[in-house]
T-cell receptor, first 116, second 112 residues
Framework: DAGVTQSPTHLIKTRGQQVTLRCSPK?????VSWYQQALGQGPQFIFQ???????QRGNFPDRFSGHQFPNYSSELNVNALLLGDSALYLC???????????????FGAGSRLTVL | LAKTTQPISMDSYEGQEVNITCSHN???????ITWYQQFPSQGPRFIIQ???TKVTNEVASLFIPADRKSSTLSLPRVSLSDTAVYYC?????????????FGTGTRLKVLA
């Protein structure tokens, strides 16, 4: 049973460029969340997708956008890259919450973005 | 918005029991407490989850007092491979889905 897969694993871009990162959730999961993790910091929540719509969003500018496809896979797009966007981008999948109960995130290995 | 507070770092020796405490004063009634482990350049990995009292699995135990404003992750007999960052998470429920907020985590270093 494949877990969360992310691509590419590493990429280098220059300032002002645009990047697209991809994520395939764990089998049986329908919700995808994206996190940005700068070196030495904890992951910061970017946004979450369920039923192909953005459901929640963290404190990130509109340059960060996403999409979820009917097969639950997801993309993260970042426009007008800044040096500060250099980070490990993590995708996590889960099942949608019920009115009560626990939810466990399954993370991918991440995509390491370097902006020069 | 539930936030968590953990010690920044801890050192231990192989074979010892390690206890990492997390404070979450604003935990909501329906929130669960989840702990993750992260190695460098990898995604966080689920360790254990609980709601109240004590939970134990094959790798750790989680102790949660009655007021649920804190929790303690207990790692029995740590080894060098347990050197990692440990995160305590409390779900922030909005619009029917959870948004998990990570803190800075606790850097555990296990010494030989």
């Amino acid at each position: 049973d494949a877990g969360v897969t992310q691509s590419p694993t590493h990429l280098i871009k220059t300032r002002g460029q645009q990047v697209t990162l991809r994520c395939s959730p764990k089998s049986g999961h329908d919700t995808v969340s994206w996190y940005q993790q700068a070196l030495g910091q904890g992951p910061q929540f970017i946004f979450q997708y369920y039923e192909e719509e953005e459901r929640q969003r963290g404190n990130f500018p509109d340059r960060f956008s996403g999409h979820q496809f009917p097969n639950y896979s997801s993309e993260l797009n970042v426009n007008a890259l800044l040096l500060g966007d250099s980070a490990l981008y993590l995708c996590a999948s889960s099942t949608r919450m019920k009115s009560s109960g626990a939810n466990v995130l399954t993370f991918g290995a991440g995509s390491r973005l370097t902006v020069l | 918005l539930a936030k968590t507070t953990q010690p920044i770092s801890m050192d231990s020796y192989e074979g010892q029991e390690v206890n990492i405490t997390c404070s979450h004063n604003n935990i909501a009634t329906n929130d669960y407490i989840t702990w993750y482990q992260q190695f460098p350049s990898q995604g966080p990995r689920f360790i254990i989850q609980g709601y109240k009292t004590k939970v134990t699995n094959e790798v750790a135990s989680l102790f949660i007092p009655a007021d649920r404003k804190s929790s303690t992750l207990s790692l029995p007999r740590v080894s060098l491979s347990d050197t990692a960052v440990y995160y305590c998470l409390v779900g922030d429920k909005a619009s029917g889905t959870y948004k998990y907020i990570f803190g800075t985590g606790t850097r555990l270093k296990v010494l030989a």
